[in-house]
Nanobody
Framework: QVQLVESGGGLVQPEGSLRLSCAASGSIVSINAMRWYRQTPGKQRELVAAINSGGSTNYADSVKGRFTISRDNSKNTVYLQMNSLKPEDTAVYYC?????????????WGQGTQVTVSS
């Protein structure tokens, strides 16, 4: 059984910083990819950042230069460092990991963590 647990969200002032974490536990054979999404009410879920098994990354244009995705494969954990936060970054952030469990590949989602940027 695999579980993804997110942490690090909260209330922060504009120009502040937060670091989100998403740790997977269970009988994981390998990690194929890790991603962060965000969603606000009435809007489609948006891919914020992704990192593949080789370590290459990509970001949404709206967060380039401000957010950094990283990973620690030994801990099955993905991080999102969020700097220079803006009110428009307010959203529920969801992590996603593509994992091999047993002999099959699965996509798992975290429970979501609220990030609110407000003065």
């Amino acid at each position: 059984q695999v579980q993804l647990v997110e942490s690090g969200g909260g209330l922060v002032q504009p120009e502040g910083s937060l670091r989100l974490s998403c740790a997977a536990s269970g009988s994981i054979v390998s990690i194929n990819a890790m991603r962060w999404y965000r969603q606000t009410p009435g809007k489609q879920r948006e891919l914020v950042a992704a990192i593949n098994s080789g370590g290459s990354t990509n970001y949404a244009d709206s967060v380039k230069g401000r957010f950094t995705i990283s990973r620690d494969n030994s801990k099955n954990t993905v991080y999102l460092q969020m700097n220079s936060l803006k009110p428009e970054d307010t959203a529920v952030y969801y992590c996603n990991q593509d994992l091999r469990v047993g002999v099959r590949d699965y996509r798992y989602w975290g429970q979501g963590t609220q990030v609110t940027v407000s003065s």
